[in-house]
Nanobody, 115 residues
């Protein structure tokens, strides 16, 4: 089992910044990648960013240049630094950890960007 706990969400004005954190615990040695996803009201959940065990990252086109995913291995934590936030970034953000035979999600955290 892997437990994921997200933090750092909240209300921010357009143009502002937020940093989300996802702390992992449990069988973290099985994790090959961690990612952030978001779900806006009335829309499907979508990928925001992924960081692989190799350190390689990938981003959704909609956030490239504004968002950075990073990790602190000592703290078993993955971060999502979001800058120049837009109202369309509003949604529930979920942390995901997956690897061979395992796939875990956090409960999600709300990010609201006001115009």
């Amino acid at each position: 089992q892997v437990q994921l706990v997200e933090s750092g969400g909240g209300l921010v004005q357009a143009g502002g910044s937020l940093r989300l954190s996802c702390a992992a615990s449990g069988r973290i040695f099985s994790i090959n990648a961690m990612g952030w996803y978001r779900q806006a009201p009335g829309k499907q959940r979508e990928l925001v960013a992924t960081i692989y065990i190799s350190g390689r990252t990938n981003y959704a086109d909609s956030v490239k240049g504004r968002v950075t995913i990073s990790r602190d291995n000592a703290k078993n934590t993955v971060y999502l630094q979001m800058n120049s936030l837009k109202p369309e970034d509003t949604g529930v953000y979920y942390c995901r950890a997956y690897g061979a035979g395992m796939d875990y999600w956090g409960k999600g955290i709300l990010v609201t960007v006001s115009s």
